[in-house]
């Protein structure tokens, strides 16, 4: 399936499920509340839970209020870790759930990076119901979440993930890294 089939769908304000660096997710558009509201519609996930957001470089987690020295991520990024940063601007409530941080992803894969150019940042969970298993293919994720209007979309040439969550890390107000467990 074309990329800008996809960037269209997400664009609109659709809901994809798709590799990512780490594991099957389901993405919406992280600058449209509603889209990402039907995320956590759809897997029953608990409002309390911010998702995680998949960016293509460090310098946009400027857009959402938030500024970190490259120094800071490059030890991390591009790669399967996701940096939780402050996000204090109440305007991203909708994401941050009222905890005023955000975890920020910038994938390996530059397949990946070179999507989230064309659909700006992706707020993106785990592809599975909330409390279950995370599910390891497009096919038992369309079986899934059948008929929710729902973009099933794998690059060309396929891409196979890890199937292992991205790791943790909050940055601490002395300025290092908290590795968290999942």
Partial sequence: MPVDEL?????????????TDTVLGIVASALQPEAVQRIYTLKGR????????????????????????????????????????PVP???FN??????GS?????????????LLEQTGPLATSS?????????????????????QGILFWQPDPPFTITGQPSQLMALQADDSWQKLSR
């Fill in 46 to 85: 608990p409002t309390d839970k911010p998702p995680v957001l998949l960016i293509a470089d460090a310098a946009e987690v400027a857009q959402f209020g938030t500024t970190v020295a490259a120094e800071k991520t490059e030890q991390f990024w591009p790669g399967p870790n996701s940096l939780i940063l």
């Fill in 89 to 91: 601007d109440v305007s």
């Fill in 102 to 114: 955000l975890a920020f992803r910038v994938p390996q894969p530059l397949w990946l990076r070179q």
């Fill in 127 to 147: 592809a599975n119901l909330s409390g279950q298993p995370i599910l390891t293919s497009l096919e038992e994720a369309s079986r899934q979440f059948a008929d």
């Fill in 7 to 19: 960037v269209r769908h997400v664009a609109s304000g659709g809901l994809a499920v798709m590799p």
């Fill in 94 to 99: 909708y994401l941050h759930r009222g905890r």
